[in-house]
């Protein structure tokens, strides 16, 4: 079994920066594509970012420039720095890994159960 877990969210005014974490844990094989989605109140749930595992990258155009994706292959880890925050960011973030239990066992979507970032006006 597989599980995401998420930190860094919180509460921060309009111009500031947060930085979420996600790490992997459990028994796998190998981790491909890592990413951060999200979801406000009211809305589906979208991408705001993707990350392969050799690091071409892949942005929602409402965040590109404000917010950076990377990973940390060897630590099975996915972070997203956010920056120039907006009050439409206030969403929960989930962190999505694209995650093969075995080398020869098809790929399986695992999720975080979230983090809220809240940013005030």
């Known amino acids: 079994q597989v599980q995401l877990v998420e930190s860094g969210g919180g509460l921060v005014q309009a111009g500031g920066s947060l930085r979420l974490s996600c790490a992997a844990s459990?028994?796998?094989?190998?981790?491909?594509?890592m990413g951060w989605y999200r979801q406000a109140p009211g809305n589906k749930r979208e991408l705001v970012a993707i990350?392969?595992?050799?690091?071409?990258?892949n942005y929602a155009d409402s965040v590109k420039g404000r917010f950076t994706i990377s990973r940390d292959n060897a630590k099975n880890t996915v972070s997203l720095q956010m920056n120039s925050l907006k009050p439409e960011d206030t969403a929960l973030y989930y962190c999505?890994?694209?995650?093969?239990?075995?080398?020869?066992?098809?790929?399986?979507?695992?999720w975080g159960r979230g983090t809220q970032v809240t940013v005030s006006a």
């Open positions: 459990g028994s796998f094989f190998s981790i491909g594509a």
């Open positions: 999505n890994a694209l995650v093969r239990g075995a080398m020869s066992a098809s790929p399986v979507n695992y």
């Open positions: 990350i392969s595992t050799g690091g071409s990258t």
